[in-house]
């Protein structure tokens, strides 16, 4: 009994001199909020300092916003239209405290019952990835997994240099850098320091959603497991004592009383039964909900909240929303995502939805992802983005050069010589990019013969020359109309300015002093 109580006052100490140095760490957070944090994580010092950062970020970007308010004069204070912004940004802040600093197992197995079904699947990744998250989520990765390299997860998340995401799930990608863990690959040398997560998600509730699985996973998966492992013991209790229910639908006589709803005239069902009830409905479009047994009552709402998922009744309830709004003669709007309507204000341009599974904030004249502050048609399409990325990707293979002997990649910057000597030792020549030995495959200044290589010239030239034919010919390959935005637009312009800032090499210079 001793040597628990010693033990027990040992970590109690080190949890208090945890405390202690967090609190010397982040100044401007309370204790009490650094003690929630510590005891949470459960002696992950990692996890604290990554969970204090952001909290600290956030009550500093929270700081400077009320600070610009109070400065704002008089005449610049939000109208009554603010009030819907302001609301707006508060129901997205607690969305995003649901899944970070406020995430709580319990609710999060309410909205997603069967979280690896619903985060294994590839399309949520596929679009829950985009070029706006992708620092975010390597350095989700970084910090959950200290010892493997960045390259590995950038790769492992994103193809090319265009950072395009791969088809597969976050869920997916997490095990395979636990599994390269396991087995030592892609391991450094040293832990990696814990990387503050500088990159706001800004609003993107459904990549929290699924960073917030990944970081409770195992926790998730183990209460899902316990609460399948009572309901079974339950059960089986039940069917011995002859407390079990039966649905008045498919007659199923094993239920648990609190797996059985009931309509307003007390008809037992199952949630099976009027789940598929529902279903069938909402194809049909309707909004009321009788009783299965045709008793002449209905389902009450609260009862369809507790019975249905909660996507299922999320669509019911949208549809009785909209259906609503609409005979009072309210403005109403939807998501072009998910159709999730919702009232909104003539004057604003941009969508709001407020859909669990869509959170997604869109132009209400494009129905395009909100594109503030440039206009509609300033913002490139899918088809638009493809077109131009292959252009600037053959431009981009015009001036890179490869090593015949290590395939290193590497480009000439300055108007050094033109035998080039890479770091594994292979010496090429840079206008041909062939193998060489010594400087007979070149001709020095003011030598006329044209079959070899001349050992200098002009970079700028040169450059200049390969990115524009390397342009004029993929545009050739793609639709004209679609090339929104063309990479070599500014080519002339870019290259005269370093002409005019870049100063002439000594031998650029004694050419023009000898001609002169």
């Known amino acids: 009994m001793a040597e628990a109580v010693v033990k027990h006052d040992e970590h109690v100490t080190d949890f208090e001199d945890t405390v202690a140095r967090l609190t010397d760490a982040f100044p401007n957070l309370s204790v009490g909020v650094i003690r929630k944090v510590a005891t949470s994580c459960r002696r992950d010092i990692v996890k604290m300092v990554m969970r204090l950062s952001a909290i600290e970020v956030d009550e500093q970007r929270n700081a400077k916003v009320e600070e610009s308010g109070a400065l704002m004069p ?149 209460c899902k497991l316990k609460k399948e492992q009572e309901k079974t013991k339950r059960r089986t209790f039940a069917k011995e004592n002859g407390s079990s229910v039966s649905c008045q639908c498919c007659f199923a006589d094993d239920l648990l009383p609190e797996e059985v709803y009931s309509c307003t005239n007390d008809c037992s069902f199952c949630e099976e039964c009027i789940r598929r009830s529902c279903e069938i409905k909402l ?5 009321q909900f009788p009783c299965l047994a045709d008793c002449g009552s209905q389902f009450s709402w609260k009862t369809l909240q507790a019975a249905l998922p909660p996507t299922l009744f999320s669509k019911l309830s949208q549809n009785y929303t909209e259906s609503e709004i609409r005979a009072a003669g309210l403005t109403v709007d939807s998501c072009p995502l998910c159709n999730f309507p919702n009232t909104i204000d003539e004057r604003c341009t941009s969508f709001q939805c407020f859909n669990p599974e869509c959170m997604k ?29 292959y252009v600037e990707n053959k431009m981009t293979e015009a001036i890179l050069r490869s090593c015949y002997k290590c395939k290193r990649k590497f480009v000439k910057e300055d108007n050094c010589c033109n035998k080039i000597t890479c770091i594994c030792g292979a010496v090429s020549c840079y206008v041909c990019n062939k193998p060489v030995i010594g400087y007979d495959h070149f001709i020095g200044l003011g030598d006329s013969r044209s079959e070899k290589c001349p050992l200098y010239v002009d970079m700028l030239a040169l450059h200049q020359r390969e990115l524009t034919a390397a342009a004029d010919e993929a545009k050739k390959e793609v639709d004209r109309n679609r090339l929104t935005s063309d990479p070599s637009s500014d080519l002339d312009k870019y290259f005269k300015y370093k002409r005019e800032t870049t100063p002439q090499p000594r031998w650029m210079q004694v050419i023009v002093h000898c001609t002169n």
């Not at 990944?214 to 926790?219: A, G, K, M, N, Q």
């Not at 194809?283 to 909004?287: F, N, T």
């Not at 594109?371 to 493809?386: A, G, I, N, T, W």
Request: hydrophobic share 30%.
């Open 283 to 287: 194809a049909e479009g309707d909004i």
């Open 361 to 389: 904030e869109t132009c209400r004249l494009c129905k395009e992802l909100n594109h503030l502050p440039l206009r509609c048609d300033e913002v490139e399409k899918d088809e638009d983005v493809q077109a131009r990325v």
């Open 74 to 222: 008089k005449t610049e204070q939000p109208s009554t239209s603010g009030v819907g912004q302001k609301k707006r940004g508060t129901s997205i802040k607690s969305q995003v405290k649901k899944y970070t600093s406020d995430f709580n197992i319990e609710e999060f197995l309410e909205m997603f019952p069967n979280p690896e079904e619903t985060f294994r699947n590839p399309e949520r990744g596929e679009d829950v990835l985009d070029l706006t998250t992708a620092d975010y989520v390597v350095h989700f990765f970084m910090n959950k997994y200290p010892f493997i390299y960045k390259s590995h997860i950038s790769f492992l998340l994103y193809q090319g240099p265009t950072r395009q995401p791969k088809c597969k799930s976050l869920l997916k990608v997490d095990e395979e850098l636990q599994q390269a863990e396991q087995n030592d690959e892609q391991i450094m040398k040293c832990r990696r320091k814990p990387t503050t997560m500088r990159v706001d998600p800004g609003e993107d509730i459904r990549l929290l959603q699924e960073l917030a699985y990944l970081e409770h996973r195992t926790d998730i998966l183990d």
